[in-house]
Nanobody, 117 residues
Framework: QVQLVESGGGLVQTGGSLRLSCAAP????????MNWYRQGPGKQRELVAS???????AYVDSVKGRFIISRDNAKSTAYLQMNSLHPDDTAIYYC???????????WGQGTQVTVSS
């Protein structure tokens, strides 16, 4: 079973920064769009940022200008650089690797990000 390995979560004060990492098996990484989702307390899971196989990126409005998603194909790792964090960003962050054809989705175990006010 394919397992994505996440790291980088933690506790940070408002205005601080964190960088999340998501390592995937090299055999699939180059075929996958990489996504970061999050689920805050009492909220539905939402798609935060995406980086496609070709490198194009997309963000939910609430993180535009603060978060940067990237991928390193040589290391089979995706990153989410989170800057200017505020308490609304508190959530469990999940890494997702998505293949369109055939449709496959792989998930990380989740990493907690807590932003204190």
């Amino acid at each position: 079973q394919v397992q994505l390995v996440e790291s980088g979560g933690g506790l940070v004060q408002t205005g601080g920064s964190l960088r999340l990492s998501c390592a995937a098996p090299g055999s699939i990484f180059r075929f996958c769009d990489m996504n970061w989702y999050r689920q805050g307390p009492g909220k539905q899971r939402e798609l935060v940022a995406s980086v496609a196989v070709g490198g194009s990126t997309a963000y939910v409005d609430s993180v535009k200008g603060r978060f940067i998603i990237s991928r390193d194909n040589a290391k089979s790792t995706a990153y989410l650089q989170m800057n200017s964090l505020h308490p609304d960003d508190t959530a469990i962050y999940y890494c997702n690797a998505h293949i369109s054809m055939p449709r496959r989705d792989y998930w990380g175990q989740g990493t907690q990000v807590t932003v204190s006010s």
